[in-house]
């Protein structure tokens, strides 16, 4: 279900600069997402539209000082219903129109629509992905792209010149890193020029909903994560940090946004 709000503002300043994405501003034309991450909890049964997000963004951004601005901090500004609102295409226009660079974060691959508006301006594209395998793809996150549709918008991005990289957001313990030596070697020849990653972190009902989903279809992964994070919303004792830096520097591709 979709509703559609007015709002006040759309520029959220981030205090000094995020270390994750280098942005100094966060502008999401959308409240929650319809791509129905199981691990996120932005995941609803009803999105909020800013219908004049683009209008008050103009307006704001006249009182701003110039720094990046980071297009879909909290939620995905390419989720499925922006094919037919466009706003994110909207921000995105006044956003370059008024020299700002922006760092746009998505799993989807509607962002290819923009391209032109990207060759435009300073613009970044980060694409996200929690794991490589279809199969689980569709029972974590059923109403994104494939993964290896994904990985195609990385290359027709690279094609055009434009700077994009790849986020493993989140790294599922067992899931993400089964092969991520493979992984990564694949991001690099698609064109990606950087890699950041973040662990998934469990709380409140996102954590029973994802508990919930797991048990139901992947029960030996199920009882794995329960242990992992039978104390902690963070996987308690579990790191790949060392896997991970080896296979980036082992293909070339850097570790970390810069």
Known sequence: MYRWISCRNIVERIHGTDKRFGGKYIVDPYQKCDLCCVYCDAAEDIIYIKHNAAEILINEIERIKRGTVILGSATDP????????????????VLTEKGFPVHILTKSSLVERDIDIIKSGDVRVTISFSTMDENISRIIEPEAPAPERRLKTVEKLSEEGIKVGVAVFPLIPYISDVNIERDVERFRDAGASYLIYEYLELKGYVREKFFGKMKEFAPDIYEKLKELYQDSYKPKGYKVDDKIIKACKKVGLRLGYG
Do not use: S
């Open 78 to 93: 390419y989720q499925k219903i922006e094919k037919r609102e466009g706003l994110a295409r909207e921000v995105l226009k």
